[in-house]
């Protein structure tokens, strides 16, 4: 069954796709050989990556306030916040250092975006619904004259499921809109959106004006569906739509997620050539199995001794009656036979190799037949009539019958079918993947 990543609630993600990666990963220990070494080395990179991205966690949505020093990102990130928390300040540029609001858990996220402690607001266990699991960045100015803040700035913004451009007025008139930075993201599918703050200082209709212009200066760049939002980090115009936006942006798969989602479905699609179509291997009968090698192994031979004796028609049950390799080699090929029906050629090859070999598998065969304490057979007493005989006959040989197989079960079990079962889960598991496709 193929999950479905649509049914999951967005914020249970990371632990969904960590239980995804690994599956891919124990069925690639087990499975390695059924693949060729190409698909193999995409899957283990697919693996490491996934692995790497998942620990940062995929539930946040990432949101970044970035544009030119003085545009408002630190006064717009404390109005959506609502306190008094990044540095606004009159020297430029202001901000050096990444600041986080963050509504949930993100430690190893903002660890990794390299947030320090106190520039993190954290409102652990809050829980205002629309904001929930929001990483909100005050990043520094992305064309400062300090090239650390211009560092931060493009390691933090591949990130971003929601880049929040803010512009000056006055400044995009000095063209320091930058879009090159809002075209990359665009064509990577991250959601932008440009915000004309400082409309308290223009007029209405000046702020229209200037906020067409922008739209059609980014239309221009290539840049698809950035809408202008016109805003004010001072009187709080806008603002609430402004959250709103974010808001919007927290209610959809994260851009994380999506990466790792991806990533497995380009896994899944790689190695669906190492997979049969509709193939669904299942475990041949354990019973037939168990009885096949009780037969090779002289179970059945010792369970007719015993009744030819408990019916007076022998005297005695010889002591050992050994395996035959050839025969248990022959149950040992059938059962990989079995397994393996409908799969590929190289599944065969990985049962086989996981099954115990023949001359192994004899011997534990007949070890554990060895610990076996076989039921008393007595030899009919006196006149008793010849129905009376045959029903003990069947009935001592039963008992024989039942504890050899008993025994057989028992060194079967670990030698063949347990190793069977792990591979036709990694098989399983590696068809589930290849159907998110
Ligand atoms: N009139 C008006 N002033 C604003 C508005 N937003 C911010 N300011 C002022 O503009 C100046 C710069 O604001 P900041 O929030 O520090 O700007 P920034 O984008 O964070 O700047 P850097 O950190 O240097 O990149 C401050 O003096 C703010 O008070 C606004 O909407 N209207
Ligand atoms: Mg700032």
Redesign the pocket.
Known sequence: MSPTFQELPPRTETTQLQALVDRLKASMEWAAEAVDAGVREQVWSTVKRCDERLALGVDHTVVALAGG?GSG???L?NAVVGTEF????VAR???AEVCAAVWGRAQPLLEWLGVAPERRLVFDGYRDGEMDGVVLL?L??HDSINLTNRDTVDRVLPLADLIVWVVDPQKYADHALHSAYLKVASDHGQPCLIVLNHVDRLSESDAIAVANDLSRLVREEGVADAPVMRVSARTGKGVKALRAEIAGAAATRSIAAEAVRADLVAAGRALEGALARDADPELPDIEVLVAACARAAGVEARADAAAAVASGRSVSVPDALGASLAAIEQVRLEWVDAATAGLPLAWRIVVNDAVTPAATLAEEVEESLAAVAWPPVEAPKGLRGLASRASKGRAAGSAVRTVGREAIRSAVMPHVVEPTDLIHQAYRNLDELAELS
């Open positions: 020093t990102k630190s006064s990130f990044a540095v606004v300040g540029p202001t901000t005050d520094p100015d």
